[in-house]
């Protein structure tokens, strides 16, 4: 049997992050091979992938990361299975990690056959299912371009969000902020009422219309008063148009343009577990 010595054991565990007797008894099936250790713990990986793949993964860190000019922001979920892992220092590091790659890119396909530390994206999320024994993928993958971007990640990494802003003013990164919490707090279905989709509307207005029949209003006033409702429905469904959560007298719109008259919010991502 061939000896492998405690700092190439050491070596494999930072590169992999695998445990100890992981690194050692791959460096020993590998005859001390470092690049064939790799492979045999990449191939436990997929092991424990093949038998984890009906698994659900809804535990994880969803990470925001904007760029040095703010003009582009991700949003990355690393899932896994349980929160016990979600929230081990290791696990947000590597989503963090992540993050920073996915900012260079602009689909979930592109990430993921990204080299990350030599290996791609996909492989290392191979690589870490065997090390930590559960379904590790990406989720959420969303991208964010404007003059401005600004962030936020609610406590826990459970949801993060991107807004971006029509143009660069002084409090900017204050305003954006502001907008990216409304987004993560209230889960808007859609940026304004131009931005929701024909089925949500058709589907809104039936349920109005039901609702309306078993009132017993006349068939003939239905579609007025549905319509109605359904002004409603954007008023509280759609980011521009609900109530500022820190503020309720004004609208997030309104808030927007205290800041500037010409300012506007042209548009927000959001990624949620669970």
């Known amino acids: 049997m061939v000896k492998v010595t405690a700092s190439e054991v050491n070596k494999l565990r930072k590169t992999t992050g695998a445990g100890m007797m992981d690194c050692k008894n791959a460096l020993v099936e590998a005859e001390g091979d470092f690049d064939k250790a790799i492979e045999i713990l990449r191939k436990k990986g997929q092991k424990v992938a093949a038998k984890r ?36 220092e290791s696990f947000v590091e590597l989503a963090n990690q992540l993050a920073d790659l996915a900012l260079n890119f602009d689909s979930k396909d592109s990430f993921l056959s990204a080299d990350f530390n030599g290996l791609s994206v996909q492989e290392k999320l191979l690589e870490q299912t065997g090390v930590i024994g559960e379904k590790i993928e990406i989720g959420g993958f969303e991208k964010l371009s404007a003059p401005f971007v ?39 279905v859609a940026l304004n009422e131009e931005q929701v989709d024909q089925e949500t509307i058709d589907k809104e207005i039936e349920i109005a219309k039901d609702q309306l029949r078993q009132e017993g209003k006349p068939e003939a006033m239905l579609d ?18 609900q109530d500022f959560i820190k503020d309720s ?22 990624v949620a577990l669970g």
Do not use: W
């Open 249 to 270: 007298k004004v609208s997030v719109a309104q808030y927007v343009k205290s800041a500037d008259a010409d300012l506007e919010v042209t548009g927000f991502a959001r």
């Open 53 to 88: 793949a009906d698994r659900e993964s809804s535990e994880g860190a969803a990470i925001a990361k904007v760029n040095d000019s703010n003009t582009e922001g991700v949003i990355v979920s690393l899932n896994c299975e349980t929160d016990f892992v979600a929230k081990n």
């Open 224 to 241: 007025k008063i549905a319509q109605g409702k359904l002004k409603r429905f954007f008023k509280y469904n759609t980011l521009v148009n």
């Open 150 to 188: 600004g962030s936020y990640i609610h406590a826990g990494n459970k949801i993060a969000t991107l807004v971006g802003l029509s143009k660069v003013v002084g409090n900017a990164p204050i305003v954006a902020k502001d907008v990216a919490m409304q987004a993560a707090a209230m889960n808007p």
